[in-house]
């Protein structure tokens, strides 16, 4: 899925490479960080460090993603062996998001290798009728629904495949506006979706459990999504207008598609390939949605279980026996396979890890007393800015644990209500839409090949600074009439 690109080696990347250097040099010369011990400090480094050259982009994201891995020794922080503080480089590389990439992968190569996505492509922009924007639209729909009621790697994982398909049907490369819009509409759609219920990620499942541990309140799955539905209703339509005015998508010609209609007639009936390909993707979309049914008769399977499971099956399913032909074979899968988003994605969590664990998180977290002198809604405004920002360089789930019990107390300092406070901290712990490494569901679209770093920070900076400006609106004028929690 990834297309190679010939680049320049700019002056942002040169500059990228000695900031980054110079940055971690700083941090570890200064004598002391005040509330950070040395592990904290020397973990702070290496984030600067990645987090310049993953944004600047010197050497290969994959290559600085290794960096934990060639780094961590050296600078004491972690080794072959867990530390005192806690720190494993090694295990986040095959963590289970890794696995279900390998799945989503596999099953989006099968679908080209039988030329099936010519079929789905025709018959999505049959459908859509021939505006770039509304296809992009529908791709954004489908995917934010989906992930109201599943993860949000999953509903990426299930749309992603068939936004490919359709791109390379019509012929669009990673250059196109079109296929950089919709490359992030996709998991864009999936993060603002998954705040629709308390089920929409594992943030939210987590922020649930906090709250009722810190508070004592309860939060029904009714009175969450009070809060959450307006957020997806407003977000989806407008991030999808603002990616399609940032990439021009307006001006964009499908082509010719008047004969959509007779090409596919001209495809004929579907051959034994296809019908295997397609009953074998109705069936994997299938089982990703109801897994949690699929769970009570198989209680160990999880849904990078799932996406393993249907990736090596594909090597199982005959098409012709007797010549040996089967819906997937190795030649492909290693050609269609990209590795170096597993490493990317292995970066990313091990980083959140060292982010948590070297105590980064609760540092930035203990640092908001400035807040008091600031009136209720430019608090929600400021922890809505920090957490989203904070989140593109750890995982959500670690940015609403380590913030959470500090912002229940200044709440309770400050009198007010703390589950205004616990709410904003959680929803806005979404907003990762800048970086391959700010949420799983980015580092799966950034792997397809059709959206560069630029385009992402490009992209997602503007439907951040959306949401955040949109946050203390939906939030006062919308969420809080209709629900009872504040």
């Not at 989806?236 to 005015?245: D, E, G, R």
């Not at 021009?248 to 296809?274: C, F, H, R, W, Y």
């Not at 920090?386 to 750890?394: D, G, N, Q, W, Y």
């Not at 950034?446 to 959306?466: A, E, H, L, P, R």
């Amino acid at each position: 899925m990834e297309q190679t690109k010939k680049q320049e080696y700019s002056n942002t990347k040169k500059v990228g490479l000695f900031l980054g250097l110079a940055l971690a040099a700083v941090i570890l010369m200064l004598p002391e960080i005040k509330g950070l011990d040395d592990v904290g400090q020397t973990a702070l480094a290496l984030t600067a460090l990645m987090i310049t050259w993953w944004i600047t982009e010197p050497v290969p994201i994959w290559v600085t993603a290794l960096l934990p891995i060639a780094f961590s020794p050296l600078l004491g922080l972690a080794g072959t062996k867990t530390t005192e503080a806690g720190i494993n480089v090694y295990s986040n590389y095959s963590s289970p998001v890794v696995m279900l990439s390998i799945g989503v992968f596999l099953l989006a190569a099968v679908i080209e290798k039988w030329n099936l996505h010519k079929r789905i492509a025709l018959n999505i922009v049959y459908k859509m009728g021939d505006k770039a924007t509304m296809i992009i639209f529908g791709f954004a729909l489908a995917t934010g629904f989906v992930s109201m009621f599943m993860s949000n790697v999953t509903a990426t994982a299930m749309m992603l495949p068939i936004g490919v398909a359709l791109l390379r049907q019509l012929g669009f490369t990673g250059e196109s506006g079109f296929a950089k819009a919709l490359g992030l509409s996709i998991p864009f759609a999936a993060s603002i979706g998954g705040l629709g219920t308390m089920i929409g990620s594992g943030t939210n499942v987590s922020g649930v459990g906090l709250m009722r541990e810190l508070a004592g309140i309860d939060i029904t799955f009714f009175e969450w999504m009070k809060v959450g539905v307006p957020f997806v209703v407003l977000l989806i339509p407008i991030s999808v207008f603002a990616l399609n005015k940032i990439f021009k998508v307006g001006q964009i010609s499908l082509g010719d598609t008047s004969i959509i209609g007779n090409e596919l007639k001209a495809l004929g009936p579907m051959s034994k390939a296809e019908k295997f390909t397609t009953v074998y993707l109705i069936l994997a979309i299938g089982g990703f949605m109801f897994r949690a049914q699929l769970s009570k008769l198989f209680p160990l399977l999880t849904d990078e279980g799932f996406a393993v499971l249907i990736g090596v099956i594909l090597f199982f399913v005959p098409v012709d026996f007797k010549k040996g032909i089967f819906l997937m074979d190795s030649k492909t899968a290693i050609r269609e396979i990209s590795w170096s988003t597993f490493l990317l994605l292995g970066g990313a969590l091990t980083l959140g890890d060292i982010f948590s664990k070297a105590g980064i998180a609760k540092w930035i977290a203990s640092g908001l007393g400035f807040l008091e002198a600031l009136p209720e809604i430019a608090i929600i405004f400021v922890i809505a800015i920090l957490v989203s920002f904070i989140t593109e360089a750890c995982s959500n789930f670690v940015v609403a644990s380590a913030f959470l019990p500090a912002i229940y107390g200044i709440a309770l300092q400050l009198n007010i209500n703390p589950m205004l406070l616990m709410m904003t901290v959680t929803l806005s712990a979404s907003f990762a839409y800048m970086l391959p490494t700010g949420t799983p569901t980015n580092a799966i679209a950034f792997g397809s090949g059709y959206i560069d770093i630029k385009d992402m920070i490009k992209g997602g900076f503007v439907v951040k600074i959306i949401s955040i400006l949109l946050f203390p609106i939906v939030m006062y004028f919308i969420a809080a009439p209709l629900t009872t929690l504040f």
